[in-house]
C-alpha cells in the first residue's frame, strides 16, 4: 500500500520536473548579463516610489550622496532590461554584449563588466562611439551617416545626433513622422539655434512622401495583376515597379546621409517609374481602390502655421 503511495508521488514529481524544462526562464540563459539583470527588477512598490523621488532630487541637482547616484544607475540598469526585452534586438538575439561588450560566461558582476563605463570616452556606447558600434551590424547606415554634416559635426565634438539620439535606447525602434517635432525640433529650432530651421516639418512631409510611395507601387502592383488577367503584356511594367521597389528598400539607409534634397530626388525617380509601369497597364480599371487619409503637405502646414501667426499679431495690436 505505501509503496504505491512512493509511486506516485515520484510520478508527480517526474512529471513537474518535466514542465519545468518546458518553462522559459526556469533555465538558465547562455548568458550572465541576462540572467542578472533580469533580476534587478524593483519588485516592491515602497522601493520604486522611494527611487522616483531620489531620481527627481539628482534631475534637480539636489546634493546628493554616491550612495544615491548608485541606486540611479541600478534603476537604469533594469529599466534597460525591460525596455530592451521587448524589443527587435532581443527577438534576434542581439543581447547585451553585442553593444557593451564584457564577459557573458562570468556570474559576478565584477568578472563579467570587463568594459569601460558608458562615460568613458573610451567605452563602445560613449556617444561619439555609438556609430562604429551600431555599425558593425548595420554597415549601410553608417556609411550613409559618415556622409552626413551630422557626422562631422559629431567627430568634431559637437552638438550632433548620434544614432541613439533618434533611436532610443534600448527599445531601438524605428521613427515615425509625427515623432520629428519633436527629436529633430530638440536642435533644429530658432530656440536651440541649429539651422535649417524647417527641418522637422521637411522630414516630416519626406516621410510621408516615403509612406505615399509605397502606396503607389502597391497600387502600380494591382492594376498589374488585372491587366495580366486581361492578357496585356506586362512584362516591361513589372519591370519598372521592381526598380521602385527597389529603390524603395534603399531608402531607409540613404536617409541617414541627412541629404533631404538628395532623399526626394529618389523617391521622385521611383514615382516616376511607377508612372511608366502604370502608363502601360492603367486602361484596365481596377474594381476596388480607397485613397489613403489625406494628410495636409509641408506648403499646407507652413501656409496654416503663417496664417496663424499673422492673426496672432493682428489681436496683439
Ligand atoms: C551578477 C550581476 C550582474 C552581471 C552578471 C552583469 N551585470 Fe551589469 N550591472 C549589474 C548591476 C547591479 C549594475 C548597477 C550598477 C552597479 O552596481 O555597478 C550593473 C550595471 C551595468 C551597466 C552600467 C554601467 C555604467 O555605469 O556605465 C552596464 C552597461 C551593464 N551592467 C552591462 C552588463 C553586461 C553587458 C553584462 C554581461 C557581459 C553584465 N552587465 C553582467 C549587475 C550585473
Ligand atoms: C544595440 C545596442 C545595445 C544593446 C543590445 C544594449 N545596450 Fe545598453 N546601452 C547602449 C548604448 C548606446 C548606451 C548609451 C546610452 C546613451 O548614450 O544614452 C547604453 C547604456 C546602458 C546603460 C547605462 C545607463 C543608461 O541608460 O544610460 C546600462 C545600465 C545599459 N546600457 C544596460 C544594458 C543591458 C542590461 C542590456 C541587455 C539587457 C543592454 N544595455 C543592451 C546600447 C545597447
Ligand atoms: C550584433 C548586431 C547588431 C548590433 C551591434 C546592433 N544591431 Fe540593430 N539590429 C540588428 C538586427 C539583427 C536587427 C533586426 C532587423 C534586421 O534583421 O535587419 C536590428 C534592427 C534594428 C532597428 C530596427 C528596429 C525595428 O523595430 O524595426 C534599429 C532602429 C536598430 N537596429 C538600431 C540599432 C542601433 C542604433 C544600434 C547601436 C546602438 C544597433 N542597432 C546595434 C542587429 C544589431
Ligand atoms: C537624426 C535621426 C537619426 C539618426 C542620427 C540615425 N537614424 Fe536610423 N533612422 C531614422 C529614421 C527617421 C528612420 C526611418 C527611416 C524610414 O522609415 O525610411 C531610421 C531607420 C533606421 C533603421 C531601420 C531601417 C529599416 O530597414 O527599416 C536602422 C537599422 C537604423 N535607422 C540604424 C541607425 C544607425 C546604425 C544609426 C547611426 C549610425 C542611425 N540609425 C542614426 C533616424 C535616425
Ligand atoms: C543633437 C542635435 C541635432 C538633432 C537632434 C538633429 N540635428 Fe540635424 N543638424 C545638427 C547640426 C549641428 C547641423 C549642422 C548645422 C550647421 O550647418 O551648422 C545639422 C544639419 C542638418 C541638415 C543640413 C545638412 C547639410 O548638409 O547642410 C539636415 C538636412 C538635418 N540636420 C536633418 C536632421 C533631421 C531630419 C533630424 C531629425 C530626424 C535632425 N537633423 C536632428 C544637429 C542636429
Same mark, same amino acid.
Given at each position: 500500500m505505501q509503496m504505491v503511495f512512493f509511486n506516485k508521488i515520484l510520478i508527480v514529481l517526474l512529471i513537474l520536473a518535466g514542465i519545468s524544462i518546458f518553462l522559459p526562464g526556469v533555465y538558465a540563459s547562455e548568458n550572465s548579463c541576462i540572467d542578472c539583470h533580469k533580476t534587478l527588477?524593483?519588485?516592491?512598490e515602497e522601493q520604486k516610489r522611494f527611487n522616483q523621488i531620489r531620481i527627481q532630487h539628482l534631475e534637480r541637482n539636489a546634493a546628493c550622496s554616491l550612495e544615491c547616484h548608485e541606486d540611479r544607475i541600478r534603476q537604469l540598469a533594469t529599466a534597460n532590461y525591460q525596455q530592451w526585452q521587448e524589443s527587435l534586438h532581443a527577438i534576434k538575439g542581439v #543581447? &547585451? /554584449? #553585442?553593444? +557593451? !561588450? !564584457?564577459?557573458?560566461?562570468? @556570474?559576478?558582476k565584477e568578472k563579467a563588466h570587463t568594459f569601460k563605463n $558608458? $562615460? *568613458?570616452? /573610451?567605452?563602445?556606447?560613449y556617444y561619439t562611439n555609438v556609430p562604429k558600434t551600431c555599425g558593425n551590424c548595420h554597415p549601410k547606415e553608417l556609411d550613409n551617416f559618415e556622409n552626413s554634416t551630422h557626422f562631422k559635426k559629431l567627430e568634431s565634438l559637437q552638438l550632433a545626433p548620434t &544614432? $541613439?539620439? &533618434? +533611436?532610443?535606447? +534600448? $527599445?531601438?525602434t524605428v521613427l515615425n513622422p509625427e515623432d520629428f517635432r519633436n527629436s529633430c525640433g530638440n536642435c533644429h529650432s530658432v530656440y536651440k539655434?541649429? @539651422?535649417?530651421? *524647417?527641418i522637422p516639418l521637411k522630414a516630416e512631409d519626406m516621410l510621408r512622401k516615403v509612406n505615399k510611395l509605397k502606396f503607389n507601387i502597391d497600387n502600380a502592383r494591382e492594376d498589374i495583376f488585372w491587366a495580366k488577367k486581361n492578357g496585356t503584356d506586362v512584362g516591361q511594367a513589372e519591370k519598372y515597379t521592381e526598380n521602385a521597389l527597389k529603390t524603395l528598400g534603399d531608402l531607409a539607409p540613404m536617409w541617414h546621409e541627412f541629404n533631404l534634397t538628395h532623399f526626394e530626388d529618389i523617391i521622385d525617380s521611383a514615382n516616376l517609374e511607377v508612372k511608366k509601369a502604370e502608363d502601360i497597364v492603367k486602361p484596365t480599371p481596377s474594381p476596388t481602390r480607397t485613397e489613403p487619409a489625406r494628410v495636409p503637405g509641408f506648403i499646407g502646414l507652413t501656409g496654416l502655421i503663417s496664417l496663424i501667426a499673422v492673426f496672432y499679431i493682428l489681436r496683439k495690436k
Open positions: 527588477t524593483p519588485f516592491i #543581447a &547585451c /554584449e #553585442a553593444c +557593451h !561588450g !564584457g564577459d557573458i560566461k562570468q @556570474a559576478t $558608458t $562615460t *568613458d570616452p /573610451e567605452s563602445p556606447v &544614432c $541613439t539620439t &533618434c +533611436h532610443h535606447p +534600448h $527599445t531601438f539655434n541649429v @539651422a535649417p530651421f *524647417d
